[in-house]
């Protein structure tokens, strides 16, 4: 990329900015600047000021935090053309996770400024904006409620059957995870060994195939029924 003109198409193609005008991408574009890490590398680190937030181009994010104890949660994995950070603009206070790339990853980093330009001038642009931060503060409420509520092995099939998408035919859905199983396990609120437990279980049952990272999922209907019941096989807690 490099160029203000790729900037502002990577913008336009974001849901938050799709509605605005051409002069308004421009004016965003023009504050942003790109940033390259490599796998492993720490963008920010917990407790630090956020000026603005990131679009991730390619590669992937993670965010998450330590406990007292060293253990680390996962709180979020960031893909090509999502964005984080947004909240904690707004709020101005010190970030509760820290930021490090999961695989070579390129981000663009939209400056607070730009953004409330943007505000200040369209109202339907703060809409969306409130809009995507509820959208996120309901999927960390969804979180605590299958941690608090769902077995293990339901809260994995339901991490499945996302990937898998909406589809509801018989047939196999391959797709590959979306990060190493560590990274996995501390996203459901799992050890690593209760997640392997729990695939190990679903494949024993013939509901899907595990090759390394390659999943397929062999009849999404009836995993989705095996996660509805009550006390599914493999449902210990880690």
């Not at 002069?23 to 490599?38: K, Q």
């Not at 904006?129 to 509520?149: K, T």
């Not at 501390?186 to 999943?215: D, F, M, Q, Y």
């Amino acid at each position: 990329m490099g160029k203000q003109a790729d900037i502002s198409r990577l913008l336009i193609n974001l849901p938050l900015f799709q509605q605005l005008r051409d002069d308004e991408i421009s004016n965003l574009a023009a504050g942003t600047r790109e940033i390259g890490l490599s796998k492993g590398q720490i963008l920010f680190q917990k407790g630090a000021p956020l000026e603005g937030f990131y679009v991730v181009v390619y590669g992937q994010m993670k965010l998450a935090f330590s406990s007292l104890q060293g253990h680390e949660k996962v709180v979020s994995i960031v893909d090509p053309g999502h964005s984080f950070g947004e909240a904690v603009m707004f709020m101005e206070k010190p970030c509760p996770v820290f930021a490090q790339a999961l695989a070579d990853t390129r981000l663009v980093y939209i400056a607070k400024q730009g953004i409330f330009a943007a505000i200040d001038h369209d109202s339907a642009f703060a809409r969306r904006m409130l809009a995507g931060l509820s959208m996120r503060l309901h999927s960390l409420i969804q979180d605590v409620e299958g941690y608090s509520l769902h077995t293990s092995t339901q809260r994995v099939i339901g991490f499945l059957l996302q990937l898998a998408g909406a589809s509801t035919h018989h047939s196999p859905v391959e797709f590959e995870l979306p990060a190493s199983k560590h990274v996995i396990a501390s996203r459901l609120n799992l050890t690593p060994e209760t997640l392997s437990r729990a695939l190990h279980s679903l494949s024993e049952a013939g509901l899907i195939r595990v090759n390394g990272k390659r999943i397929s999922v062999l009849d999404t209907t009836r995993l989705s029924q095996f996660g509805s019941t009550p006390y599914p096989p493999c449902a210990k807690e880690n």
